[in-house]
């Protein structure tokens, strides 16, 4: 069996119209009309797959293709559809898009599945509306809480309320879990150039890295920027200085690891004022959450230095925190034997961002699959981009993977 590749592009290309804006960047958020749009366009794609469709009570646009024993655990593959402020048409939707083109191609052949295959088309990923996010597969798996519904956007709408206008029943949150399930699959874009640098068009996934995220004030004292000998002060921003250097020798010491410094404040902030004090973020990043724990204590035995060499004070606020969720082991070898038929390249690689997957990584076996990004792995841009031949290769290597499933 072979997908529909022209198909498959033109759907990518039909979807990433909704919310498009003159300079071609796309922007859905959440439960918005151009949200809504999309949605009403993929239940018309799987309606037109021939497969029974539905909305659940999150919003969550699920196809099914309905297996010869049905009440088996089903198998369940998908991703996104909403996007970030001004990002491209390739983020989520390839995996929603990948997806129904598979069960498609399975229907159009003649076949039936053992057990049910489903697609998924999840609500609220990103979490640029609420900052929440991922309310659609952790609907799914069971792992809604009702704090999160209560979540604010800018105009003082809640995530619930939200909800509510667009015809959903976020207080029925509970019935959108789909449990047991036998397995979970997701294709994405790389949204990086690791695949790109070797000249792979789609790689095998071995885990998501886990996150700590903090907010880091260092408190020193504010004096005159001329009048102060460089031996008298206690400058919070020298202290930083060193901080952000030992962190990021620490990252670079270990596999799959990063650290990002992406906000830097400093009080009062002028120019002829030695800082009072000096508060960034930290985004520290591993597939290994061991590591993560190691360099986090070993970064607290350098602040100690710091406040006993510069005499300042370091604090440190815990923004949030997410395990590491490691790929199915099975899944991973049996991707790589599909590989292998299809005649393509094998790699595994580690995802630093986070993915709908990681809710499935304790309700069942999940794997994914990462297709090639071009332009140096550009991604929550207009500038986002994948080929039609890549996006082709990790649809079909996702329909050989359910192949077992037939």
Known sequence: MKINEKRLWN???????????????????????????AAVQLKKWMQDAGLSVA???????????????????????????????????????????????VLQTIREAGMQPQRSLMVIGFRDEE?????????????????VDAEGLQTLDQDGITLAQAMKQ?????????????????????????????????????????????LVRYTITI??????AGATP???????????????????????QQPHT?????????YPGACNIICDHVSFSLDLRSLDDSILSHILHTMQEFEKTLEREQGVRVKRCLKQQLPAAMCDEQLKQELESCCET???????????????CMNFQDVCPMAMIFVRSQHEGASHCKEEYSTQKDCADGCQLLLEALRKYL
Not at 231 to 247: F, K, Q
Request: hydrophobic share 40%.
């Open 55 to 101: 909305a659940d009570a999150c919003g969550n646009i699920i196809g099914t293709l309905k297996g010869a024993d049905p009440a088996l655990p089903p198998v369940v593959c998908g991703s996104h559809f909403d996007t970030v402020k001004e990002g491209g048409i390739f983020d989520g939707c390839l995996g929603v898009l990948a997806g129904i083109e």
């Open 230 to 252: 460089m031996h008298r002060r206690h400058d919070p921003v020298t202290a930083m200085s060193r901080w952000i250097l030992r962190m990021t020798e620490l990252a670079q």
């Open 11 to 37: 759907h990518i290309q039909k979807l990433g119209q909704i919310g498009k804006a003159s300079d071609g960047s796309v922007t859905r958020f959440p439960f918005t009309k151009e949200d809504e749009a």
């Open 127 to 143: 979490g640029n509306r609420f900052g929440y996010g991922m309310i659609g597969s952790r609907s799914i798996c069971g792992k």
């Open 166 to 210: 667009a015809g959903y029943h976020p207080e029925q949150y509970a019935a959108c879990r789909i449990t047991p399930l036998k397995a979970y699959y997701e294709v994405h874009i790389e949204q990086a150039d690791v695949l790109a640098a070797q000249g792979l068009s789609v790689g095998i996934v071995e885990g998501i890295a886990g």
């Open 342 to 356: 299809l005649q393509l390249p094998i790699l595994r690689l580690a995802s630093g961002a986070g993915h709908d």
């Open 219 to 224: 408190h020193g004292r504010s004096a005159h």
């Open 258 to 266: 990063v650290a990002t410094i992406g906000e830097i404040h400093t």
